[in-house]
């Protein structure tokens, strides 16, 4: 298991276990994070599981690919570490991953 950490708008803490292979929204979705709303289920076909990547991690995650970007454009407030926590799959290297959930969502 991988911990992922979602920080709320408010600063609240979530600490979670995720799974390797599966997604951020997946394991926020399941763990009830407020924020994260995935109206799409995760077909990167909106933009309402939207997080700001801590910026310890952001070289680590890496870049959304062009799909995620156009997507990205109706996001709420973008800022240049913005990605779509269903685009973020977990795996070992990402043990300790800190997400931002923004005040609200496209």
Not at 59 to 66: A, K, L, Q, T
Not at 77 to 102: A, F, W, Y
Request: proline letters at 4%; a negative charge; glycine letters at 8%.
């Amino acid at each position: 298991m991988t911990r992922l950490i979602f920080v709320s708008s408010g600063g609240e803490r979530y600490e979670l276990d995720a799974a390797n292979g599966t997604t951020a929204m997946e394991n926020a979705v399941r763990n009830f994070v407020p924020g994260i709303e995935a109206d799409c289920g995760g077909a990167c076909a909106c933009a309402t599981c939207h997080v700001y990547v801590d910026e310890e991690w952001t070289e680590v995650v890496g870049e959304p690919e062009s799909m995620e970007e156009d997507m990205l454009d109706f996001a709420w407030e973008t800022k240049p570490n913005s990605r779509l926590s269903c685009q973020i799959r977990m795996r070992d290297d990402l043990d300790g991953l800190v997400l931002h959930v923004p005040a609200r969502q496209a």
